[in-house]
C-alpha cells in the first residue's frame, strides 16, 4: 500500500516559539499558563517540532483574552499579530531576515512576506498581487487565525521594521480562511535597495 501523505495544516515549533515563549512568555499569567498547557502547550516542557492549525488557533484566543483582556476584540488581536513578529525577530532565522528587511525598505520587504509566512508552517501561501512605491494589495491563503486581524498585525509591524510610517493594514475581503489585505504607508526612511532583488 502506497504512504498516505499527511494533509494536516502544521503550525511549525519556530511559530510557537516566536509568540508564545520569546514575545509573551514573560506576559502571560499563570491562569493563562494553566489554560495553555490544558490545551497541550505546555511552556516549561519542550516544543513539539509542529503544532496542528486548531491547536494553533485555540492557544490564540487564550493568548489574546489573557494578555489584553480589555481591548477592544480588533485592537487586540492586532496587538497579538504585532507581538508574533516581535518574537519573531529574536529567532536565529528572524534576526536574519529582519537584518535584510531594515535595507530594504517597506516595498522591497513585502516582496519577502510570501518566503516568510511560509516559513512558520506548511500550509500557508502570500501573494502580493498589487504592489506601489506607498501602499500593495496582498492576498494570503489561510490567515491561521479566526479573524483576519493577528495578520493584519504582523504585516503593521513588518512595514514598521522596514522603515514605514503612518501604516494602515485593513482587510477587504475575508471568507473565514483567505484574505485579501490593503496596505498603505508613508514617510518611509530611504534605504537603498539590495542589488539584483527581482520581482516576484
Same mark, same amino acid.
Given at each position: 500500500?502506497?504512504?498516505?501523505?499527511?494533509?494536516?495544516?502544521?503550525?511549525?515549533?519556530?511559530?510557537? #516559539?516566536? !509568540? /508564545?515563549?520569546?514575545?509573551?512568555?514573560?506576559?502571560?499569567?499563570?491562569?493563562?499558563?494553566?489554560?495553555? +498547557?490544558?490545551?497541550?502547550?505546555?511552556?516549561?516542557?519542550? !516544543?513539539?517540532?509542529?503544532?496542528?492549525?486548531?491547536?494553533? +488557533?485555540?492557544?490564540?484566543?487564550?493568548?489574546?483574552?489573557?494578555? /489584553?483582556?480589555?481591548?477592544?476584540?480588533?485592537?487586540?488581536?492586532?496587538?497579538? &499579530?504585532?507581538?508574533?513578529?516581535?518574537?519573531?525577530?529574536?529567532?536565529?532565522? &528572524?534576526?536574519?531576515?529582519?537584518?535584510?528587511?531594515?535595507?530594504?525598505?517597506?516595498?522591497?520587504?513585502?516582496?519577502?512576506?510570501?518566503?516568510?509566512?511560509?516559513?512558520?508552517?506548511?500550509?500557508?501561501?502570500?501573494?502580493?498581487?498589487?504592489?506601489?512605491?506607498?501602499?500593495?494589495?496582498?492576498?494570503? +491563503? #489561510?490567515?491561521?487565525?479566526?479573524?483576519?486581524?493577528?495578520?493584519?498585525? /504582523?504585516?503593521?509591524?513588518?512595514?514598521?521594521?522596514?522603515?514605514?510610517?503612518?501604516?494602515?493594514?485593513?482587510?477587504?475581503? /475575508? #471568507?473565514?480562511?483567505?484574505?485579501?489585505?490593503?496596505?498603505?504607508?508613508?514617510?518611509?526612511?530611504?534605504?537603498?535597495?539590495?542589488?539584483?532583488?527581482?520581482?516576484?
Amino acid at each position: 500500500m502506497l504512504p498516505t501523505l499527511t494533509t494536516e495544516k502544521l503550525v511549525f515549533a519556530q511559530s510557537v #516559539d516566536a !509568540l /508564545f515563549v520569546r514575545a509573551l512568555g514573560p506576559h502571560l499569567s499563570r491562569e493563562g499558563r494553566r489554560r495553555l +498547557k490544558d490545551m497541550g502547550l505546555d511552556l516549561n516542557e519542550p !516544543l513539539r517540532p509542529a503544532y496542528g492549525l486548531e491547536l494553533w +488557533k485555540a492557544f490564540l484566543r487564550v493568548a489574546v483574552s489573557d494578555v /489584553f483582556p480589555a481591548a477592544p476584540p480588533q485592537e487586540a488581536w492586532c496587538g497579538l &499579530g504585532e507581538r508574533y513578529l516581535q518574537g519573531f525577530r529574536q529567532t536565529a532565522q &528572524g534576526r536574519a531576515s529582519m537584518s535584510l528587511v531594515t535595507r530594504l525598505g517597506p516595498r522591497h520587504t513585502l516582496e519577502r512576506v510570501p518566503h516568510n509566512v511560509r516559513a512558520g508552517n506548511n500550509f500557508n501561501e502570500v501573494r502580493v498581487e498589487e504592489l506601489g512605491t506607498h501602499g500593495a494589495t496582498l492576498w494570503m +491563503k #489561510d490567515v491561521a487565525a479566526d479573524n483576519p486581524f493577528f495578520a493584519c498585525g /504582523f504585516l503593521a509591524e513588518t512595514l514598521r521594521a522596514a522603515g514605514a510610517g503612518d501604516i494602515s493594514v485593513h482587510p477587504v475581503a /475575508f #471568507d473565514g480562511t483567505a484574505a485579501t489585505f490593503r496596505l498603505t504607508w508613508t514617510h518611509a526612511a530611504t534605504r537603498p535597495a539590495a542589488a539584483g532583488l527581482t520581482r516576484r
